[in-house]
T-cell receptor, first 111, second 114 residues
Framework: AQTVTQSQPEMSVQEAETVTLSCTYD???????LFWYKQPPSRQMILVIR??????QNATENRFSVNFQKAAKSFSLKISDSQLGDTAMYFC????????FGDGTTLTVKP | DTGVSQNPRHKITKRGQNVTFRCDPI?????LYWYRQTLGQGPEFLTY????????KSRLLSDRFSAERPKGSFSTLEIQRTEQGDSAMYLC????????????FGQGTRLTVV
């Protein structure tokens, strides 16, 4: 069974600054993908970024990037130039057929 | 296509009643997932379908829960004899087959059992 752990229940950051959200996972699978999803207040969950486990290069999507450390089973999300619209709950997810989610980190971006 | 649609958005029911939720996935997607989310927690896997076949059901899911996806299109999730512990947000998501594909989520159905 896979487990996903997000150790930071809440975080805050000043607008325009950088913040890193942590995620660790445990699995015996070799073929899997990792995702970060964003769930804004009262809105549906949407994909932020994905990482293929067999790729060493870290994924980047505009202001969002990941630090993927396969041996350590770590998959953190870095948000640069934080914006007020980034305020949301962020979920790390592991997919080896179906997605297993962490319990999320609530991020508040302060003006 | 307007994305994944879930109905109703909110449901209040008395303990012991049966409830049924509906999910309309993105039409091209062959996978459909049901998750349950309680306040402050991440989505908890319930079950998923590949077309009309139910491929996996969580061991946490009691016999009071059943899901169907007739003809591989929309899906229904039924909870029989509801209990207060069933109060949660029920999320539906759909995707193409493949571990690299993102899941597209609906807005969820919030169930309150009183």
């Amino acid at each position: 069974a896979q487990t996903v752990t997000q150790s930071q229940p809440e975080m805050s950051v000043q607008e325009a600054e950088t913040v890193t959200l942590s995620c660790t996972y445990d699995t015996s699978e070799n073929n899997y993908y990792l995702f970060w999803y964003k769930q804004p207040p009262s809105r549906q969950m949407i994909l932020v970024i994905r990482q293929e486990a067999y790729k060493q290069q870290n994924a980047t999507e505009n202001r969002f990037s990941v630090n993927f450390q396969k041996a350590a089973k770590s998959f953190s999300l870095k948000i640069s130039d934080s914006q007020l619209g980034d305020t949301a709950m962020y979920f790390c997810a592991f997919n080896a057929g179906k997605s297993t989610f962490g319990d999320g980190t609530t991020l508040t971006v302060k003006p | 296509d307007t994305g994944v649609s879930q109905n109703p958005r909110h449901k209040i029911t008395k303990r012991g009643q049966n409830v049924t939720f509906r999910c309309d996935p993105i039409s091209e997607h062959n996978r459909l997932y049901w998750y349950r989310q309680t306040l402050g927690q991440g989505p908890e896997f319930l079950t998923y379908f590949q077309n009309e076949a139910q491929l996996e059901k969580s061991r946490l899911l009691s016999d009071r829960f059943s899901a169907e996806r007739p003809k591989g299109s929309f899906s229904t999730l039924e909870i029989q004899r509801t209990e207060q512990g069933d109060s949660a947000m029920y999320l539906c998501a759909s995707s193409f087959t493949g571990r690299n594909t993102e899941a597209f989520f609906g807005q969820g159905t919030r169930l309150t059992v009183v």
